[in-house]
């Protein structure tokens, strides 16, 4: 039989293991520098690593252990905190030891090596070190992959800690600013745009930061273009925050002027226009793009797997492709990834040699609520996203308010995408700060949860706090970041007032035409209209209605010719 490699070649917990029982078994059986290591483990736990006989307390401590570790790994996850909000995680009875039939005691009379760690000293270090990696921050679902090296991947990658390092003191004042930008703009949107509709990112801001992560480790593992897909749900930020669109144009739309349609109004146009821009980083300029959704909702996932495959041609030989040079990200909603089967149909062409891109990074936008409807009455799974188990699609659970934490998915995520060429999943959990849109009212239809989230700071706020608790920041040096925002967004509506066409800075370009809307007739005059309208909202005699809403009776009374038809026509699939 071969000698087994040295201790330096070993990325493997279980081959770890084998290594330890063939020495306890015959040392010279092993590598010398394997004796050397077990012989320096013997030294620092003072002789509880032994060669001597076992007995069956001791087998019975150790196959306990070994299990209750290994199950850690695997249900780990039901016991982060990923609710903003504070709904508690489920928990899973296989993580205490005594579902294994041991007590922390046990732990502490067991050795690490004896169940495949020889670097720590006891169980208790190992089971306290996998509940750190598996139980606080990150929610990882690994145990669905058929491929070993994979899983062995994600044990390495927790082992090693170089993906999942903190953020440094600069990076996480970074993510403030970035933060407080979000967060200011929607804020200044709210105040001057009072009632319109613009599908606010707040409380999954994390999504802006998230996406700047995605770019810079995309660029530095070779790539040089980035296609993102979307559907309403923070897409105005995005185009603001992440494809660079210049604030004088979002404005300007908010306004009701498109320069591009020659002063043509186009309705909510806005929250489905797309974009292209580039970005400076570290590793060379990315070009973006924001894939066009003019709805419904997840219907463009197989349009950006297309546009991402033909720019991923060569532009010598169209034959030939460079699946790292694009990376596409789509963003989904958590009503509409296990609701609409586009997003299963697409997953499966994922790994096709006709349709394969190298690999999505997919983002749920988690608000808990899709439309109208709670996660129990939306979908039959524990997670919006158990769909993917099926594709065996490595997912990585989040709390939208640990910003750190959904970096350090997206850090995952680019790395598993470049060495796989795979499709990642990671379920950014928050909640919505307002409606479906600004111009309903949720707590109709969900008032005990709008209570938790009118009295829940900001995550801008949650952030803040974090920062100012650990030294790095003043209250007053968030309040005066806070007020520089909003002075610049304030500049730029008063740019936004410019005549068409005079926006400096204008370096990107919208994907849609370029020619001006041609005035037509239509063919159903506006009394007749009225009219149809009016029977709508005329009850026949004796008929009974529910009490309705005050505040309703209001919203109706300000939108008449629009609330009939949205009462007819709304559908539970808008779940943007």
């Given amino acids: 039989m071969p000698s087994p490699g040295p201790v330096s070649s070993v990325f493997n917990d279980a081959y770890a293991a084998e290594q330890f029982e063939r020495y306890r078994q015959d040392p010279s059986s092993v590598d010398e520098s394997w004796r050397q290591f077990f012989r320096f483990a013997e030294q620092v736990s003072g002789g509880a690593i032994s060669t001597a006989?076992?007995?069956?307390?001791?087998?019975?401590?150790?196959?306990?252990?070994?299990?209750?570790?290994?199950?850690?790994?695997?249900f780990g996850h039901l016991a982060v905190q990923l609710d903003p909000l504070g709904t508690p995680p489920p928990g899973a009875p296989e993580l205490t030891p005594e579902f294994h039939g041991i007590t922390e005691q046990d732990l502490d009379e067991t050795s690490g090596a004896s169940i495949g760690f020889p670097h720590l000293?006891?169980?208790?270090?190992?089971?306290?070190?996998?509940?750190?990696?598996?139980?606080?921050?990150?929610?990882?679902?690994?145990?669905?992959?058929?491929?070993?090296e994979e899983r062995a991947w994600f044990r390495q990658?927790?082992?090693?800690?170089?993906?999942?390092?903190?953020?440094?003191?600069?990076?996480?004042?970074?993510?403030?600013?970035?933060?407080?930008?979000?967060?200011?703009?929607?804020?200044?949107?709210?105040?001057?745009?009072?009632?319109?509709k613009r599908f606010s990112i707040e409380g999954t801001d994390a999504l802006v930061p998230m996406l700047d992560a995605a770019i810079t480790e995309s660029a530095a593992a070779g790539a040089r273009h980035v296609a993102i897909a979307m559907a309403h749900r923070g897409r105005i930020?995005?185009?603001?925050?992440?494809?660079?669109?210049?604030?004088?144009?979002?404005?300007?739309?908010?306004?009701?002027?498109?320069?591009?349609?020659?002063?043509?109004?186009?309705?909510?146009?806005?929250?489905?226009?797309?974009?292209?821009?580039?970005?400076?980083?570290?590793?060379?300029?990315?070009?973006?793009?924001?894939?066009?959704?003019?709805?419904?909702?997840?219907?463009?996932?197989?349009?950006?797997q297309g546009r991402a495959r033909a720019l991923q041609r060569d532009a010598q030989d169209r034959r030939q492709r460079d699946e790292a040079t694009v990376v596409p990200i789509c963003i989904h909603g958590d009503a509409a990834f296990p609701g609409e089967g586009i997003v299963p149909e697409t997953m499966n062409l994922s790994r096709l040699r006709a349709y394969r891109?190298?690999?999505?990074?997919?983002?749920?936008?988690?608000?808990?609520?899709?439309?109208?409807t709670d996660p129990t009455d939306a979908r039959s799974t524990?997670?919006?996203?158990?769909?993917?188990?099926?594709?065996?699609?490595?997912?990585?659970?989040?709390?939208?308010?640990?910003?750190?934490?959904?970096?350090?998915?997206?850090?995952?995520?680019?790395?598993?995408?470049?060495?796989?060429?795979?499709?990642?999943?990671i379920d950014l959990v928050g909640y919505r700060r307002w409606g479906h849109n600004e111009g309903d009212e949720p707590t109709f239809t969900?008032?005990?949860?709008?209570?938790?989230?009118?009295?829940?700071?900001?995550?801008?706020?949650?952030?803040?706090?974090?920062?100012?608790?650990?030294?790095?920041?003043?209250?007053?040096?968030?309040?005066?970041?806070?007020?520089?925002?909003?002075?610049?967004?304030?500049?730029?509506?008063?740019?936004?007032?410019?005549?068409?066409?005079?926006?400096?800075?204008?370096?990107a370009h919208a994907t849609h035409g370029e020619s001006p809307v041609a005035t037509v007739r239509t063919a159903v005059p506006a009394a007749t209209l009225t009219q149809w309208n009016e029977s709508l909202l005329t009850y026949p005699a004796g008929f009974t209605r529910l009490r309705v809403d005050p505040r309703r009776r209001c919203a109706c009374a300000h939108h008449r010719a629009g609330c009939a038809a949205r009462d007819l026509l709304a559908s539970p699939c808008g779940a943007a």
């Fill in 53 to 74: 006989p076992r007995s069956e307390d001791h087998d019975r401590k150790v196959a306990g252990a070994a299990r209750y570790t290994t199950y850690l790994r695997t």
């Fill in 121 to 148: 000293a006891t169980a208790r270090d190992v089971a306290n070190r996998l509940r750190q990696r598996y139980c606080t921050n990150l929610a990882v679902e690994v145990a669905h992959l058929a491929d070993e």
């Fill in 157 to 196: 990658l927790f082992t090693a800690e170089q993906l999942t390092r903190p953020l440094t003191a600069e990076e996480k004042q970074g993510v403030l600013q970035r933060l407080t930008e979000v967060d200011g703009f929607e804020r200044f949107l709210g105040r001057t745009f009072v009632g319109y």
């Fill in 237 to 304: 930020s995005v185009l603001a925050h992440v494809l660079g669109k210049p604030l004088p144009l979002i404005l300007g739309e908010f306004q009701g002027r498109h320069d591009h349609l020659g002063g043509a109004s186009t309705g909510d146009v806005k929250y489905h226009l797309g974009y292209e821009g580039t970005r400076p980083t570290p590793s060379g300029e990315v070009e973006l793009s924001l894939v066009p959704n003019p709805s419904h909702l997840e219907i463009v996932n197989p349009v950006l």
């Fill in 357 to 372: 891109v190298g690999g999505t990074l997919h983002v749920i936008v988690n608000n808990q609520v899709g439309f109208t």
């Fill in 382 to 425: 524990h997670y919006a996203s158990d769909v993917a188990k099926g594709f065996e699609m490595p997912i990585i659970h989040v709390n939208a308010d640990d910003a750190e934490a959904c970096i350090i998915a997206m850090r995952i995520a680019v790395a598993y995408r470049a060495r796989f060429k795979k499709d990642f999943l």
């Fill in 446 to 507: 969900q008032p005990q949860l709008y209570e938790r989230i009118k009295a829940h700071p900001t995550p801008r706020q949650v952030w803040g706090n974090r920062l100012v608790a650990e030294g790095l920041v003043t209250p007053a040096q968030v309040e005066a970041l806070d007020a520089e925002v909003a002075a610049r967004f304030q500049a730029g509506f008063e740019a936004s007032k410019a005549p068409a066409g005079t926006h400096a800075g204008h370096t």
